[in-house]
């Protein structure tokens, strides 16, 4: 098992550029989430789905977009990149998102935007 | 929105030492989870706690939840350098969404 799956590692985009982050999870869970990681704020929650073709806002969704075709992959894509989404963004998966439910995450994409 | 605050925000101490932070929060959590994260790495579950009151080890870390609900612990027990790290907690806030704290980075030193 490999877990949660996130490519790429590390990007680094000019102001205005567009790209998707990958994230992958093979242990059969509904409930898939992206979070970014920033200095003193810990981690906040940006789109996350209970489902395929199920997606929702978190706390800070503006500039993100998302989609949930399988149950396996959840893609965050950033339409127009702009230096304040400067962040490292961490996808987490869990079998149902309820209470009883915790998350496990991925291994985080660094991203720089120029 | 909702916020948890953390406690310390970070902190050194000697190897062998025990090392206590908390987590507390203005709204009722049903679970409250502990995790570390180590650098370049995602967050990696440590404790999850399901009932106020509860006390729950993991080798030499020992989480409660607390009895008021707005409120958990994290202990860990002779501290050694691999402790090193931040360490965050997170409460379920219903409708399928956790919020976290902002961490408490751990330095050990040797």
């Known amino acids: 098992n490999a877990g949660v799956t996130q490519t790429p590692k590390f990007q680094v985009l000019k102001t205005g550029q567009s790209m998707t982050l990958q994230c992958a999870q093979d242990m059969n869970h509904e409930y898939m989430s992206w979070y970014r990681q920033d200095p003193g704020m810990g981690l906040r929650l940006i789109h996350y789905?209970?489902?395929?073709?199920?997606?929702d806002q978190g706390e800070v969704p503006n500039g993100y977009n998302v989609s949930r075709s399988t149950t396996e992959d959840f893609p965050l894509r950033l339409l127009s990149a702009a230096p304040s989404q400067t962040s490292v963004y961490f996808c987490?998966?869990?079998?149902?998102?309820?209470?009883?439910?915790?998350?496990?995450f991925g291994n985080g994409t660094r991203l720089t935007v120029t | 929105g909702q916020q948890l605050n953390q406690s310390p925000q970070s902190m050194f101490i000697q190897e062998g030492e025990d090392v206590s932070m908390n987590c507390t929060s203005s709204?009722?959590?049903?679970?409250w989870l502990w995790y570390k994260q180590d650098p370049g790495e995602g967050p990696v579950l440590l404790i999850a706690?399901?009932?106020?009151?509860e006390l729950t080890s993991n080798g030499r870390l020992t989480a409660q939840f607390g009895i008021t609900r707005k409120d958990s612990f994290l202990n860990i027990s002779a501290s050694i350098p691999s402790d090193v790290g931040i360490y965050f907690c997170a409460g379920h806030a219903g409708t399928y969404k956790y919020i976290f704290g902002t961490g408490t980075r751990l330095k050990v030193l040797a």
């Open positions: 987490a998966s869990s079998y149902s998102g309820e209470r009883d439910s915790p998350l496990h």
């Open positions: 789905s209970v489902g395929a073709g199920i997606t």
């Open positions: 706690l399901y009932k106020a009151g």
């Open positions: 709204s009722i959590f049903n679970t």
